[in-house]
C-alpha cells in the first residue's frame, strides 16, 4: 500500500476534486456525505499547512544600515497588534 502524498499542491488538486464531484451532483446521499467528510479534512490540512508556512515566512527588512528580520502578517493582522 502506497503512503498517501501530503504535499499541499497534491492536497489542493484531490480537494478540487473532490468539489468537483460534488458539484457534477450525480451521486448519491452517502457518497456526497462521504466526500464532504473528504473535503473537510483536506481543507483541515491544506489551512494547518499554509499556517505553518506564513510562521516560517519572514520579510528582510533595512533599517539603518542592517537588514533585520520581520515576521509575515497579513494586512488584516498588522492591524490587530
Request: glycine residues 4%; negative net charge; charged residues 40%.
Amino acid at each position: 500500500m502506497s503512503k498517501p502524498t501530503t504535499d499541499f499542491e497534491s492536497l489542493m488538486t484531490r480537494l478540487e476534486q473532490v468539489v468537483e464531484e460534488m458539484e457534477r451532483g450525480e451521486i448519491s446521499l452517502e457518497e456526497a456525505v462521504e466526500l464532504f467528510e473528504e473535503g473537510t479534512r483536506l481543507a483541515k490540512k491544506c489551512e494547518e499547512k499554509l499556517v505553518r508556512v506564513e510562521e516560517k515566512v519572514a520579510i528582510l527588512m533595512k533599517k539603518d544600515h542592517e537588514w533585520t528580520e520581520t515576521p509575515f502578517q497579513l494586512e488584516g493582522d498588522a492591524e490587530s497588534l
